[in-house]
């Protein structure tokens, strides 16, 4: 297997002794000097500004994550180029990286991580701004990519894997990666990023080869709304989803012992499953009716294609409550295409009176815009 291991060339004059300094060209800003003058740290900035993109077919285009807390991992990487043994498709970027957890459960950084759940809040435009700068290590030993989620939580490492628990149901989560493609300068050097060598380089020659975060939403939006073949007759009174994931973890990144390819990253392992209610003022009990036709919305995980789901709706008869108080359909739905990770479905819920309930043909909907969206 042929795979490019990431030590720049140009760290020989650092270990020796030396430092560079290139002629800045006039009227470049001193905030640049750093691409100049190698005595100079290079800082992590992303190329996201002003606005950090929703890379989602069901987005707007251009939306704005604005004052939203993410957690931030700098973590190494090894390319390794296509067409070596076991890459026949496009070039990979594989995790090589280790760390661990002390006795109190904190993480440790270890060899090769540079970020650990970094927490940031982006800017009004979206922006991703440290609260105190953050630099590339001059040691060029590493190069790193970056993981981010959203919104940020406390972060275990467990079995390789850096993990965030989520209860589902109620919050939006996105989760984004970036990695550098190798970079060849007019002198035929190639360097492979991200850190200070790659950024300084590409900087000087008026590129831009930072690292861009381009968030995807990994849950699936469902929007319930009621319709009524006897309006004023009938009330529902509690709605709920039966025995999908509640709670997960969410691998944000691997190491290269569990996650040799990074291709399981982003994704949710499940923890609990259990009904999932639709709420109102917190509260699972909800007077839904034909003046207030709105159930709620429930932030659940994908579904495939035709695979069912499950819905239990309790309806009361207002005109004879207590002779008939309550009645409870668990009802099947799904969709041809499946239940899409950053969509949102409109799908109606019928009261047919005595007869029972059915829920109705679900449609993609414009998913609401980030803000509007709870998050912890």
């Known amino acids: 297997m042929r ?23 006039a009227g470049q800003a001193y905030d640049d000097a750093w691409k100049y003058d190698e005595s100079l740290p290079v800082p992590i900035i992303f190329s996201n500004g002003p606005e950090v993109s929703v890379d989602v077919k069901a987005m707007y285009e251009g939306n704005v994550m604005k004052n939203l807390p993410v957690g931030i991992f700098a973590l190494a990487t090894e390319y390794e180029e ?39 809040v982006t800017g009004e435009n979206g922006e991703i701004e440290f609260s105190e700068p953050q630099y590339y290590p001059f040691d060029r030993t590493y190069a790193y990519s970056f993981y981010s989620y959203c919104p940020h939580h406390k972060v275990t490492y467990e079995d390789g894997w850096y993990k965030a628990a989520y209860s589902v149901g109620y919050d939006d989560i996105m989760w984004a990666e970036s990695h550098a493609e190798p970079y060849t300068d007019s002198d035929g050097t190639v360097f492979y990023g991200y850190n200070s060598d790659y950024i300084r380089a590409t900087g000087k020659n008026g590129e831009d080869h930072l690292p861009s975060l381009n968030y995807e939403h990994l849950l699936t939006g469902l929007n319930f709304t009621a319709e009524f073949d006897a309006p004023g007759e009938f009330t529902i009174v509690n709605f709920y989803l039966d025995s999908l994931p509640t709670k997960v973890a969410l691998r944000i990144a691997g190491n290269s012992s569990v996650d040799p390819d990074g291709s399981e990253a982003g994704t949710f392992e499940v923890l609990k499953r259990e009904r999932l209610y639709i709420l109102k ?46 009645r409870s359909e668990r009802i099947p739905f799904s969709h041809d295409e499946g239940f899409k990770a950053g969509e949102r479905y409109k799908i109606t819920v019928k009261v047919l009176g005595r007869e029972g309930v059915k829920i109705l043909n679900s449609g993609l909907t414009d998913w609401k815009d980030w803000e509007e969206l709870e998050t912890e």
């Not at 004059?13 to 060209?25: D, F, I, N, R, T």
């Not at 890459?87 to 060899?111: A, F, M, R, V, Y």
């Not at 709706?313 to 002779?323: K, L, Q, Y």
């Open 3 to 25: 795979k490019a291991f990431i030590i720049s060339l140009s760290a020989l004059a650092v270990l020796s002794g030396c430092s560079k300094v290139q002629e800045q060209p």
């Open 281 to 326: 003022d917190g509260k699972a009990d909800i007077e839904v009716d034909s003046s207030s036709p709105e159930i709620g919305t429930l932030m659940v995980l994908p579904a495939g294609p035709g695979e069912e789901l499950y819905a239990t709706v309790v309806v009361r008869d207002n005109a004879n409550p207590n002779h008939w108080t309550y």
């Open 82 to 120: 296509s067409g070596s043994p076991g890459n026949t498709g496009d070039d990979k970027h594989l995790p090589l990286w280790n760390t661990s957890l002390s006795q109190d459960g904190s993480i440790i950084p270890g060899e090769g991580v540079l970020m650990s759940n970094t927490r940031v």
